[in-house]
């Protein structure tokens, strides 16, 4: 099965950028759609991004784009989120989802345990 690990989160101040990475291990994410999504306190998962499989095709939530780039390397098994400009509204811990976040459908597939992104001055 396989499984996701995030990392790459922090305490950064408004404005500021993070960059973070979702490792893929125990079997490849080559033929998947990959999303991030992030969760604040007090709120549900939100969707903030997804790419298909080859990097054609990127799509974001409007609170993010032109702010954050989502990228993947499959000889890594990898995806990456790059964050810049972060507001403090972006607080929320970040999680790695396989499949398209938006369809309903693959919510029950595996996510990682998260990495916590928090914005404040």
């Known amino acids: 099965e396989v499984q996701l690990v995030e990392s790459g989160g922090g305490l950064v101040q408004p404005g500021g950028s993070l960059s973070l990475t979702c490792v893929a291990s125990?079997?490849?994410?080559?033929?998947?759609?990959m999303s991030w999504v992030r969760q604040a306190p007090g709120k549900e998962l939100e969707w903030v991004s997804t790419?298909?499989?080859?990097?054609?095709?990127?799509h974001y939530n409007d609170a993010v784009k032109g702010r954050f780039t989502i990228s993947r390397d499959n000889a890594k098994n990898t995806v990456y989120l790059q964050l810049n400009s972060l507001k403090t509204e972006d607080t929320a811990r970040y999680y790695c989802h396989r499949g398209d976040f938006r369809n309903p459908a693959t919510w029950n597939l595996p996510r990682g345990q998260g990495t916590q992104v928090t914005v404040t001055s």
């Open positions: 125990g079997g490849s994410i080559y033929d998947d759609v």
């Open positions: 790419i298909d499989q080859h990097s054609y095709n990127a």
